[in-house]
């Protein structure tokens, strides 16, 4: 049945260096999302010829908080919303090192949400990608401090009326100096994104809008994640630059995607050694971690 | 269509060509690859790996533009293509 | 290894305890301080954070203690020494990654500088009533290590001992000191640097793809440093050797297994207690932290009318000293826990007398030391 140019298993997928093979298949469901925006991580460390033992992920709990499992880098997965500070600590021991908070929305901006502003308010130089499912999925379907208003989950079995994060606007609010969003389609701007994020001085975030397909679908009869997928294509909207008080999701309508913000501004570690080099003078040596042995 | 102009060098201008390769064990079925490959090479087999799915099958080989676009969808890592060497190409031919 | 002079304010100091542990942090090593604002504990983030900058540590003032006790992990998977320093309410935070940190078995130091509660209680006035919450707050079955300083001069010495024992057990140990010996200014000896003897980290010496995080069979693994390509995975559940998850109810039994085993297997040398004239004694009084210098008086007092009466001090309070007070169980007419709390370590005594000798407890709901009086009216008690 199959055709001649197909080969079998023995193959070896191009990304594979980049994956823990003896972990490989992963638990996402067939047509989630997340798989995709671990394949463009991968491509976008690729892309950056960065030396990737000096890559680390820290995840969270939840669907995307298993993403460290899988990536092939000295790799945390911790607590539930106590990714962002954990990774923070690992930054600032060692500095040298690009350090990239992989976790979902509830996690980062629900029971993480003061660890998320807090970080960005300091620009510590870490990258967060925020998977936003608009679920909780983990625990079966949940409503989430995401989840577009009129949208069903099991605890908004009537449709949600709370009024979700704007998570891009959180962030710029918060000081972060990159901003973007995008959609699990887009997947070659996805990946553009996360180099650029990665290769950022500061607190950059990327928001990946990615299907649900087990919860946030079914439960509001949305089809599969292929559905949304062809949802995306047809309703999303690249604006670089947008105004981020208008791109607010609302449920089922247009999702606007693009680098919203790119700025310049002192990370925490150049403000402390700015500052303390000031106060000190010649007797300051700045901070600049190495291996712990110092 | 209309706004693009012909490229002048279209004749001498070489599309790519690719080889698929499905590593059908890992395939969750989603159909991502299939529904989003420009050229329409994949389609979903009747055939079922043995978590239940089915895996993409190659129609048209010879369509493949070997644009990647599959590869970079799949979410189970279970496909990805190759470039085919010109030389291969001739030989091939 | 010796302490590095740098960090080593070597002489005599007239200092509070939470200053005299701020030092003894120093000294070990720290090199990272997490920390949110809470009386009675707060000079010791205060002191850090005015030591560090000329000597190459880093002191940042969190959101909140949820994200100083991760960050104190994610700085130490980092390769630094780092430590954290709070009181009950933020100790109540802490204790969701405090149970990170023993999963993943990440050595750091945690002080929780005691005061009344429960909830915001006594935020000025001491206690020792988060004793039991040391031992069990987070969930799940695990160990813990629990110095008690009595004085400014232990703050100091214990702070240097549970940066030790952290790196050689491979674990969170916790200084649980209280707002008197916090707030009390006594003279403090610092020790020149190359009589600090400190224990570094172990790392693991095969190469990278050769080691995981957990080696088998071994009790206690070294650590793999990160950004040196042995890209090993870690997770807060259930793991095998590889740090993979694992979940099912042998690799649960092997996880916990061992991480209790670290310390159980162990308890002779982490057991550091004091004692005095319990070799005749016929009523012994068991108590630890600044407890263990106000019992003094009252013993001494029961002592001059005759009563044998003999003094054990816990140093090290968790893991408790089953062994020693099973055996002083079969020899005394009664054992007395004297702690500002209404029985908490008490009931371990209790337990481990196992009716072969009266307990006592001398107890109370915290705000004050004990009064001197009320244990030497528990030792007439108990010679009743
Ligand atoms: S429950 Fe939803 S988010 Fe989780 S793996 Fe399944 S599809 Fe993905
Ligand atoms: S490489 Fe491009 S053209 Fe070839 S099958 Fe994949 S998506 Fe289609
Ligand atoms: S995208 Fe991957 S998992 Fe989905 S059908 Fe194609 S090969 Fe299978």
Same mark, same amino acid.
């Given at each position: 049945?199959?055709?001649?140019?197909?080969? +079998?298993?023995?193959?070896?997928?191009?990304?594979?260096?980049?994956?823990?093979?003896?972990?490989?298949?992963?638990?996402?469901?067939?047509?989630?999302?997340?798989?995709?925006?671990?394949?463009?991580?991968?491509?976008?460390?690729?892309?950056?010829?960065?030396?990737?033992?000096?890559?680390?992920?820290v995840?969270g709990?939840?669907?995307?908080?298993?993403?460290?499992?899988?990536?092939?880098?000295?790799?945390?997965?911790t607590t539930h919303g106590r990714a962002v500070p954990f990774a923070m600590g690992l930054h600032i021991a060692?500095?040298?090192?690009?350090?990239?908070v992989?976790?979902?929305?509830?996690d980062l901006v629900s029971i993480g949400g003061n660890h998320f502003i807090h970080t960005a308010r300091r620009n510590i130089?870490i990258?967060v990608?925020?998977?936003?499912?608009?679920?909780?999925?983990?625990?079966?379907?949940?409503?989430?401090?995401?989840?577009?208003?009129?949208?069903?989950?099991?605890?908004?079995?009537?449709?949600?009326?709370?009024?979700?994060?704007?998570?891009?606007?959180?962030?710029?609010?918060s000081g972060?100096?990159?901003?973007?969003?995008?959609?699990?389609?887009?997947?070659?701007?996805?990946?553009?994104?996360?180099?650029?994020?990665?290769?950022?001085?500061?607190f950059?975030?990327?928001?990946?809008?990615?299907?649900?397909?087990?919860?946030?679908?079914?439960?509001?009869?949305?089809?599969?994640?292929?559905?949304?997928?062809?949802?995306?294509?047809?309703?999303?909207?690249?604006?670089?630059?947008?105004?981020?008080?208008?791109?607010?999701?609302?449920? +089922?309508?247009?999702?606007?995607?693009?680098?919203?913000?790119?700025?310049?501004?002192?990370?925490y570690l150049?403000a402390l050694?700015?500052h303390?080099?000031?106060?000190?003078?010649?007797?300051?040596?700045?901070y600049?971690?190495?291996?712990?042995?110092? | 269509?209309?706004?693009?102009?012909?490229?002048?060098? $279209?004749?001498?201008?070489? $599309?790519?060509?690719?080889?698929?390769? $499905?590593?059908?064990?890992?395939?969750?079925?989603?159909?991502?690859?299939?529904?989003?490959?420009?050229?329409?090479?994949?389609?979903?087999?009747?055939?079922?790996?043995?978590?239940?799915?089915?895996?993409?099958?190659?129609?048209?080989?010879?369509?493949?533009?070997?644009?990647?676009?599959?590869?970079?969808?799949?979410?189970?890592?279970? $496909?990805?293509?190759?470039?085919?060497?010109?030389?291969?190409?001739?030989?091939?031919? | 290894?010796?302490?590095?002079?740098?960090?080593?304010?070597?002489?005599?100091?007239?200092?509070d305890g939470n200053y005299a542990i701020a030092e003894g942090a120093i000294?070990a090593?720290c090199k990272f301080f997490a920390g949110y604002p809470i009386t009675p504990s707060t000079e010791i983030a205060e002191r850090v954070s005015r030591r560090f900058p000329?000597?190459?540590g880093i002191f940042v003032q969190m959101e909140d203690e949820l994200a100083s006790m991760a960050a104190i992990l994610g700085a130490s998977w980092g390769?630094k020494k780092s430590m954290s320093c709070t009181s009950g309410p933020g100790f109540s935070l802490m204790m969701e990654n405090f149970g990170l940190g023993i999963?993943l078995?990440t050595p750091c130091v945690l002080v929780n500088v005691q005061r009344g509660g429960p909830s915001t209680g006594l935020p000025t006035l001491p206690g020792?009533a988060d004793?039991?919450q040391a031992?069990?707050g987070s969930h799940?079955?695990?160990?813990v290590?629990a110095?008690?300083?009595?004085?400014?001069?232990?703050g100091?010495?214990?702070t240097?001992?549970a940066f030790?024992?952290s790196?050689?057990?491979?674990?969170p140990v916790l200084l649980m000191t209280d707002e008197?010996v916090g707030h009390?200014?006594?003279?403090?000896?610092?020790?020149?640097?190359?009589?600090?003897?400190?224990?570094?980290?172990?790392?693991?010496?095969?190469?990278?793809?050769?080691?995981?995080?957990?080696?088998?069979?071994?009790?206690?693994?070294?650590?793999?440093?990160?950004?040196?390509?042995?890209?090993?995975?870690?997770?807060g559940?259930?793991?095998?050797?590889?740090?993979?998850?694992?979940?099912?109810?042998?690799?649960?039994?092997?996880?916990?297994?061992?991480?209790?085993?670290?310390?159980?297997?162990?308890?002779?040398?982490?057991?550091?207690?004091?004692?005095?004239?319990?070799?005749?004694?016929?009523?012994?009084?068991?108590?630890?932290?600044?407890?263990?210098?106000?019992?003094?008086?009252?013993?001494?007092?029961?002592?001059?009318?005759?009563?044998?009466?003999?003094?054990?001090?816990?140093?090290?309070?968790?893991?408790?000293?089953?062994?020693?007070?099973?055996?002083?169980?079969?020899?005394?007419?009664?054992?007395?826990?004297?702690?500002?709390?209404?029985?908490?370590?008490?009931?371990?005594?209790?337990?481990?007398?196992?009716?072969?000798?009266?307990?006592?407890?001398?107890?109370?709901?915290?705000?004050?030391?004990?009064?001197?009086?009320?244990?030497?009216?528990?030792?007439?008690?108990?010679?009743?």
């Open positions: 049945m199959s055709v001649e140019t197909t080969k +079998q298993v023995s193959d070896e997928h191009p990304m594979e260096h980049l994956l823990r093979m003896d972990r490989i298949p992963h638990i996402w469901c067939s047509t989630c999302g997340l798989g995709t925006t671990v394949r463009a991580l991968a491509e976008a460390l690729e892309q950056l010829e960065i030396d990737h033992d000096k890559v680390a992920v995840s709990i939840g669907c995307t908080g298993r993403v460290a499992g899988y990536l092939k880098l000295d790799s945390f997965h060692r500095p040298d090192m690009k350090v990239i992989f976790s979902g929305d509830g130089d990258t990608i925020c998977v936003n499912n608009f679920i909780y999925a983990m625990t079966g379907g949940q409503v989430a401090p995401t989840t577009p208003i009129r949208a069903r989950s099991k605890t908004t079995p009537y449709g949600n009326y709370e009024t979700p994060f704007n998570i891009p606007l959180l962030a710029a609010s972060a100096v990159y901003v973007a969003r995008w959609t699990a389609l887009h997947v070659r701007r996805m990946a553009m994104s996360f180099a650029e994020a990665i290769s950022k001085r500061g950059s975030l990327v928001e990946v809008i990615a299907p649900c397909s087990t919860l946030y679908a079914r439960l509001n009869k949305l089809g599969t994640g292929l559905s949304l997928m062809k949802f995306y294509h047809d309703n999303s909207e690249i604006r670089h630059g947008a105004d981020l008080n208008d791109i607010a999701i609302d449920y +089922q309508s247009k999702i606007v995607v693009g680098k919203f913000l790119d700025v310049e501004k002192p990370t150049d050694n700015h303390n080099a000031g106060i000190f003078g010649d007797k300051y040596k700045p600049g971690g190495g291996n712990g042995s110092d | 269509m209309a706004f693009w102009r012909t490229p002048l060098d $279209i004749d001498k201008l070489k $599309i790519p060509k690719g080889e698929l390769h $499905i590593i059908k064990e890992r395939c969750k079925g989603c159909g991502f690859c299939v529904e989003y490959c420009p050229k329409g090479v994949l389609q979903l087999s009747d055939e079922f790996n043995s978590k239940g799915y089915h895996p993409p099958e190659v129609v048209k080989p010879e369509e493949c533009v070997n644009c990647d676009l599959c590869e970079v969808l799949c979410p189970d890592f279970a $496909i990805y293509c190759v470039r085919i060497e010109e030389e291969e190409e001739e030989v091939d031919n | 290894m010796k302490a590095d002079p740098q960090n080593v304010l070597t002489g005599a100091h007239y200092l000294a090593g000329l000597i190459g390769g999963m078995e020792q004793m039991m031992r069990w799940g079955d695990y160990e290590i110095l008690a300083p009595d004085s400014p001069q232990e100091f010495e214990l240097i001992h030790n024992l790196e050689k057990y491979r674990m008197c009390m200014t006594e003279k403090v000896i610092i020790p020149p640097p190359e009589e600090i003897e400190l224990i570094e980290r172990r790392y693991t010496d095969k190469k990278p793809g050769e080691a995981w995080p957990y080696q088998e069979n071994e009790l206690i693994s070294p650590m793999l440093p990160v950004g040196e390509g042995y890209k090993f995975h870690i997770t559940l259930t793991h095998d050797y590889r740090g993979y998850p694992v979940i099912n109810a042998e690799a649960q039994a092997e996880n916990v297994d061992r991480l209790m085993a670290k310390v159980k297997e162990n308890v002779d040398d982490l057991t550091w207690l004091e004692e005095k004239d319990v070799e005749d004694a016929e009523v012994v009084v068991v108590s630890y932290g600044i407890s263990s210098r106000v019992v003094q008086p009252a013993i001494a007092k029961a002592r001059e009318e005759g009563i044998k009466v003999g003094q054990i001090k816990m140093v090290t309070v968790w893991p408790f000293p089953e062994k020693r007070i099973r055996e002083l169980a079969g020899k005394v007419k009664a054992l007395i826990m004297v702690e500002m709390n209404y029985g908490q370590v008490y009931l371990e005594m209790d337990r481990c007398a196992a009716g072969r000798c009266e307990t006592y407890i001398c107890g109370h709901a915290g705000g004050t030391v004990h009064d001197p009086g009320s244990v030497y009216s528990t030792i007439k008690d108990a010679v009743k």
